[in-house]
């Protein structure tokens, strides 16, 4: 199992987004990482490689009474706890269920998309991202930056 990363800037201002990005494949994030620096918001950007990291990162910041992210972008197919799982513990979990998640996945099924959904995604992106897609996204969750 890989770790959680977390790259923050020093004496960046708290009112940066804070991203976490739920993601397995290395180009992905590499790619993702790419779009959200074209956007400025790879400042305080965590990565975790399935649901599963994701939650017990999510977990720990909160019993340390740590900021939690703003925006959790998710890819849907993940090994040992997939996306939508993920979604569901997000639901489930009164402290996580005001983060606004966006899904990033290959996944163009009907199925999994009215999943995401119902288990309270904002938006659903299919693989290949373009930069518009993704800057339009993040622009409707949060306008003023």
């Known amino acids: 199992m890989g770790t959680v990363i977390s790259l923050t800037n020093p004496g960046e201002s708290a009112r940066r987004l804070k991203v976490m990005l739920v993601e397995d494949n290395p180009e992905d994030v590499f790619l993702t990482r790419k779009v959200l620096r074209h956007r400025q918001l790879d400042q305080d950007l965590m990565v975790a490689e399935d649901g599963l990291q994701a939650l017990e990162a ?78 339009l996204a993040v622009n409707d969750l949060f306008p003023e930056n």
């Open 58 to 135: 999510l977990k720990k910041l909160a019993e340390e009474g740590s900021r939690l992210p703003d925006l959790i972008l998710l890819d849907i197919n993940l090994p040992v706890m997939g996306g939508l799982e993920f979604l569901q513990m997000l639901k489930d979990d009164s402290r996580f269920t005001p983060i606004p998640v966006v899904i990033l996945t290959g996944s163009n099924i009907n199925g999994d998309i009215q999943r995401s959904y119902d288990l309270g995604a904002r938006t659903y992106l299919v693989k290949p991202i373009r930069i518009q897609d993704l800057a």
